[in-house]
Nanobody, 124 residues
């Protein structure tokens, strides 16, 4: 399975961006698709997840109320709408997928399918 992320860019603080991640090949109709982000020198951190079967969504505390994850199962695509962006949101954002749900969906090691990453830069 290949994941392709897009939508990154540069915005000012308070601005918005929408990331997309499309999957080709095997679908993940019963699994979970997530977004992680990483800054230089730091480990990849969980941002948000969408569980396809129940449409449940999960967020890191740092993005709750500002980011929204959604998905189109037919297109096998997940989106991350990011509003009220802050400089600390600056990172490379990665999408990830697994074919079934895991309780610790927020752990990087749970995922074997990753997109290539897209840069998000928020200036103050």
């Amino acid at each position: 399975v290949q994941l392709q992320a897009s939508g990154g860019g540069s915005v000012q603080s308070g601005g918005s961006l929408r990331l997309s991640c499309g999957g080709s090949g095997r679908t993940f109709s019963s699994g979970v698709m997530s977004w992680f982000r990483q800054t230089p020198g730091r480990e990849r951190e969980f941002v948000a997840a969408l569980r396809w079967g129940t449409r449940a969504t999960y967020y890191a505390d740092s993005v709750k109320g500002r980011f929204t994850i959604s998905g189109d199962k037919v297109k096998n695509t997940v989106y991350l709408q990011m509003n009220s962006l802050r400089p600390e949101d600056t990172a490379v954002y990665y999408c990830a997928a697994r074919i079934n749900f895991a309780i610790n969906y927020y752990e990087e090691y749970q995922y074997t399918n990753w997109g290539q990453g897209t840069q998000v830069t928020v200036s103050s």
